[in-house]
């Protein structure tokens, strides 16, 4: 899986995915087990946590991204050990790694719930499901009222379609 188009991807956004990716390896090959499936409702009801948490990861996300990208933008190589900026350089590199340990912290809580953080940067989940015995994933993302469109694992988020389209859904729905 991955969280962003690899052409975008900055030192944050692999941080991210690294962490997602191991996580959700695990996870995913027990929920597959265990037959954890979402409905619509059972999506929709847990929306209101996911929502908070997401947006938590969004900003978080976003914020580590643009302190990364200052400190890289440094030239390094100009600060010795008696330089008094290299020690600041050094705490804002701490800093965010420990944002980044609370980054993982939340993702571990949208995991926790069954739920698949699919972009950090943009809010885009998933709730897995099963159409007609075939897997499918409810989706959502940051700013959307609700859960209201799905896809195929293989069609991705680019893929989704309404779950108001042709006004009933199809036989096996859940709902």
């Known amino acids: 899986m991955s969280l962003?188009?690899?052409?975008?991807?900055?030192?944050?956004?692999?941080?991210?995915?690294?962490?997602?990716?191991?996580?959700?390896?695990?996870?995913m090959a027990a929920l597959h087990s265990s037959g954890q499936y979402f409905t619509i409702d059972e999506a929709n009801r847990m929306l209101p946590l996911?929502?908070?948490?997401?947006?938590?990861?969004v900003a978080l996300a976003s914020d580590l991204e643009d302190r990364q990208n200052r400190i890289d933008s440094l030239n390094k190589d100009q600060f010795d050990?008696?330089?008094p900026h290299s020690e600041e350089v050094r705490q804002m590199q701490q800093e965010i790694d420990d944002d980044e340990s609370r980054l993982d912290e939340y993702i571990n809580e949208l995991i926790d719930l069954g739920v698949e953080l699919q972009d950090p940067i943009s809010g885009e989940v998933d709730f897995?499901?099963?159409?007609?015995?075939?897997e499918a994933l409810f989706c959502w993302k940051l700013g959307e009222l609700d859960v209201s469109h799905w896809h195929t694992e293989t069609d991705g988020f680019s893929g989704r379609q309404s779950l108001l389209q042709g006004a009933t859904p199809p036989d096996g729905f859940p709902s």
């Open 81 to 83: 050990r008696d330089d």
């Open 128 to 134: 897995r499901t099963q159409i007609d015995g075939q």
């Open 50 to 57: 996911v929502r908070v948490i997401v947006a938590d990861i």
């Open 4 to 27: 962003l188009r690899s052409n975008q991807r900055g030192p944050i956004e692999t941080t991210i995915a690294i962490l997602v990716e191991r996580r959700e390896r695990n996870v």
